[in-house]
């Protein structure tokens, strides 16, 4: 009777009611940082990744315009020009060809001048390097003197010992 009485008073079956809200509490207390961190989350991979987008797009303008500056170029390079420059004199046509086909020649080897050029702060870290490649081969050639002296001394105790 005593089980019966007590399930029936109110004052328990607020205290279940108490008991699953403080546990329903607890359970949302636990999923709101998730929650949190994972739309933090997705906040900031939207915000790089229309930083990226962003940056792409700079990109692909600047690109387009040397493109576009590249074949404006071709066109001009291509295009003949004689009526609009100044006439040249005849005593000097020999001298243009040569500093033209110069010219040519130069623009052709700019890439590997601009790496040359390029390359220059590396230089000292270069020298370290064959510094210390040059060392290393010196003490092979040390250790390769050595091991000649003594293939050399074990041949000869090898003749010794079939002559005797």
């Known amino acids: 009777t005593l089980d019966l009485t007590c399930r029936r008073t ?47 797009q700079d990109m ?15 066109k001009r390079l291509i295009k003949h020009r004689c009526q609009e420059s100044l006439p040249i004199e005849a005593t000097y046509h020999k001298s243009i060809v040569e500093l033209l086909t110069e010219a040519v020649t130069f623009i052709e080897k700019l890439e590997s001048h ?30 390769l003197e050595e091991l000649t002296e003594q293939i050399l001394k074990w041949e000869e105790l090898q003749k010794e010992v079939y002559s005797s």
């Open 114 to 143: 601009l790496q040359s050029v390029r390359s220059m702060p590396q230089i000292p870290h270069m020298m370290n390097n064959m510094d210390t490649t040059l060392s290393k081969t010196e003490m092979l050639m040390i250790e």
């Open 10 to 56: 109110p004052c328990f079956a607020k205290f279940a009611e108490m008991e699953e809200m403080v546990n329903m509490e607890a359970e949302i207390n636990e999923v709101q940082p998730l929650l949190l961190s994972v739309t933090i989350g997705s906040t900031l991979q939207f915000y790089f990744i229309g930083k990226k987008c962003e940056i792409l």
């Open 60 to 74: 692909n303008r600047h690109l387009e315009a040397i493109l576009k500056e590249k074949r404006d170029l071709r």
